[in-house]
């Protein structure tokens, strides 16, 4: 199997807040979320949970996925994970 590409939606304890991101490694990208070893959105607004991702097979598509997410209303990305994941249960642990 190929190389693996992801695009991630994590979310805060109240998941009032949504951020959308890219990555070759999720485990790892999440991990550095959620241990706040990175400056930034993530690490300012608790942005911690992991309750949505998909997996692509080339770079490319994955990130036109995540721009086809981040330019949809919020409304579309809530139902998105709803739909998968309708408690917005953190996924990290399913990952690891």
Known sequence: ??????I????????N???????????RRVYEHRSKLIDGF?????VTKLVYYEIFDSP????????????GSRQA???LIVKENPGFDDLYDKII
């Open 8 to 15: 991630y939606i994590m979310s805060n304890f109240k998941n």
């Open 1 to 6: 199997m190929g190389r693996q590409f992801y």
């Open 77 to 79: 990305k809530i139902d």
């Open 42 to 46: 993530t690490k300012k607004f608790n």
């Open 60 to 71: 490319e598509n994955a990130i036109i996925r995540e721009k086809q997410l981040k330019g």
């Open 17 to 27: 807040v949504l951020y959308i991101g890219v990555t070759n490694d999720l485990v």
